[in-house]
């Protein structure tokens, strides 16, 4: 299994808190990602890190941000949340630096954020 | 738009036959796909992956089989078991970074 390791596992908070989660990888891959999962609904990425302070936003980036500050961790931010943020949040990986290209990504086993 | 479906949502097999659990995408530009399975509470697992200049990649009691013409992916399970039930979805690749999923399917396996 790769190495990823999200933190929280799970987390309750309440509307207008600040939320950070955590994704950790021992890979060294150069693209990191957020996604969030909802049912009815695919895997949609929030942001992406393709590289140490290189960040972009996804399809579903609003009230999110991210920092990237080493190639091992990737910080999805809610400022203030909203219960329409309650959600499993997936962090995944692809590309192994230095490595050849192979499109491979790799999941983490989420976090379940729930907004009262 | 850009889209990955599957055609049924919950698919019912007896245990021992075997599972075809397909996908449509609409990108023809998509050039790398992947199958995942994910169970209850866990992240999706990678099972297998197949670029776009092949038909067919065979994994162990899996295999993917790439229809470019009709923008059809599927992924067989042979000899299917108790421990493959959870939800199935595809993904398609067709840029750098952009990984786009559908929603699953989810297998359930009768004894």
């Known amino acids: 299994d790769a190495g990823i390791t999200q933190s929280p596992r799970h987390k309750v908070t309440e509307t207008g808190t600040p939320v950070t989660l955590r994704c950790h990888q021992t890979?060294?891959?150069?693209?990191m990602y957020w996604y969030r999962q909802d049912p009815g609904h695919g895997l949609r990425l929030i942001h992406y890190?393709?590289?140490?302070?290189?960040?972009d936003k996804g399809e579903v980036s609003d009230g999110y941000s991210v920092s990237r500050s080493k190639t091992e961790d990737f910080l999805l931010t809610l400022e203030s949340a909203t219960s329409s943020q309650t959600s499993v949040y997936f962090c995944?990986?692809?590309?192994?630096?230095?490595?050849?290209?192979?499109?491979?990504?790799?999941f983490g086993e989420g976090s379940r954020l729930t907004v009262l | 738009g850009e889209s990955v479906g599957l055609h049924l949502p919950t698919l019912s097999v007896q245990e021992g036959d075997n599972s075809i659990i397909n996908c449509a995408y609409s990108?023809?530009?998509?050039?790398?796909f992947i199958w995942y399975k994910q169970e209850s509470g866990k992240g999706p697992q990678f099972i297998i992956d197949?670029?776009?200049?092949?038909d067919k990649r065979q994994g162990q009691r899996v295999t993917v089989l790439l229809n470019k013409t009709v923008k059809h992916l599927s992924l067989q399970i042979a000899a299917t078991q108790p421990g493959d039930s959870a939800v199935y979805f595809c993904?398609?690749?067709?840029?750098?970074?952009?990984?786009?999923f559908g929603t699953g399917t989810r297998l359930k396996v009768l004894a």
């Open positions: 995944a990986i692809s590309e192994r630096g230095g490595g050849p290209t192979t499109g491979e990504l790799f």
């Open positions: 890190s393709y590289g140490v302070k290189d960040t």
């Open positions: 890979e060294n891959h150069r693209y």
């Open positions: 990108n023809s530009a998509s050039d790398y």
């Open positions: 993904a398609e690749k067709g840029g750098t970074y952009k990984y786009i």
């Open positions: 197949i670029r776009s200049n092949m």
